[in-house]
């Protein structure tokens, strides 16, 4: 009859026991570490209450000539501003034109709406002539669209992608004293409302 080999308890076996009991806890230490650096890749500021930072920066404007916007030229004036991750999108475009469409309304209750990715103003320009060709004159964009090529803006207001290198989608209602009122991040394959961002607006009017 075969007799099994029996392993002595010793300190270096027990050694040997822990090490290999620590191996296989190793892929939970890993996937804290892995979702540590996916909340630093994207890291968010709750920007509600603060001042809107302020931003002069390149930008296709309403009468589609490249110029300048300054945030601080806004003042006086609720802002809806609008960051979204990059112009070829359909839905960015179907979404702005929206609220391109609904501009009056806005301005209507003294708000101005401006949109900003981190295309540059050239792409921006290009991206605008092309809805124009596609859609003949119709459904295009006027509303000012900005360039936050160095990522300065996105970053500063909270909503950069730092492992994308793009802003996610998100809107902001800044008020008349340059004051962020309301903040909605979404998901990238969600459109937002123009009916409720208006009614929102309308709100902080009263």
Not at 20 to 47: C, F, I, N, Q
Not at 61 to 86: E, H, K, M, S, T
Not at 100 to 123: L, P
């Amino acid at each position: 009859m075969a007799v099994g080999k029996v392993t002595k308890r010793t300190p270096d076996n027990l050694a040997k026991g822990t090490a290999k009991r620590a191996r296989v806890t190793a892929p939970e230490d890993t996937t804290v570490e892995m979702l540590k650096r996916s909340a630093a890749d994207s890291p968010h500021t709750y920007m509600v209450g603060r001042t809107a930072p302020a931003f002069d920066a390149p930008a296709v404007l309403a009468d589609g000539q490249i110029g300048r916007v300054l945030l601080a030229d806004f003042c006086g004036r609720f802002v809806v501003l609008l960051f979204y991750p990059g112009d070829c999108a359909g839905m960015e475009a179907r979404n702005l034109v929206e609220f391109n469409d609904r501009c009056d309304e806005f301005d209507a209750v003294g708000c101005s709406v401006i949109a900003c990715s981190t295309d540059s103003e050239y792409a921006h320009y290009n991206w605008r002539q092309q809805l124009e060709r596609t859609n003949k004159g119709e459904g295009i964009i006027h509303l000012p669209v900005v360039s936050d090529r160095t990522r300065r803006i996105s970053r500063a207001f909270g909503v950069l992608n730092e492992h994308e290198g793009q802003a996610v989608r998100a809107m902001l209602i800044i008020d008349p004293m340059q004051q962020i009122r309301v903040e909605i991040i979404g998901d990238t394959g969600m459109s937002r409302s123009v009916d409720e961002t208006l009614m929102l607006v309308q709100a902080l009017t009263i």
